[in-house]
């Protein structure tokens, strides 16, 4: 196994957790961005978009997490805790994600 395969393989219990951030991450900047510095261009379409790019990350990383947890006794309990833990994250954030995009519908634009 190369260094590179070896740093993937242990990486990917964090993928989740990874996913999840950067998901997160990306979207609160961009719709904030959009919604209160740039408001006149966001748009429901926009925040629907900047919405399904944050699930597919979180989601992404969520489904490179499983790998790990799908190999069952073959990985060691800490992996698989942490990939579980990965997927669990990543289902938090997409929830937190469709609450903040209905938020951005609920208060109007170029608000304050």
């Not at 990306?26 to 399904?52: E, K």
């Not at 989601?59 to 190999?71: F, Q, T």
Request: glycine residues 14%; aromatic residues 8%; charged residues 10%.
């Amino acid at each position: 196994m190369t260094g590179l395969e070896r740093a993937k393989e242990n990486l990917l219990p964090w993928a989740g957790h990874i996913g999840a951030g950067l998901g997160w991450g990306i979207t609160h900047q961009l719709g904030s961005n959009l919604s209160f510095d740039r408001c006149q261009v966001m748009s429901p379409l926009a925040a629907i978009l900047i919405l399904l790019l944050g699930v597919a990350l979180a989601g992404g990383g969520a489904l490179l997490s499983h790998i790990v947890w799908r190999r069952g006794a073959a990985e060691r309990e800490a992996r698989r805790f942490l990939a579980l833990l990965g997927m669990g994250m990543a289902a938090i954030f997409a929830a937190a994600l469709a609450w903040q995009t209905l938020s951005s519908f609920i208060i109007p634009r170029c608000y304050g």
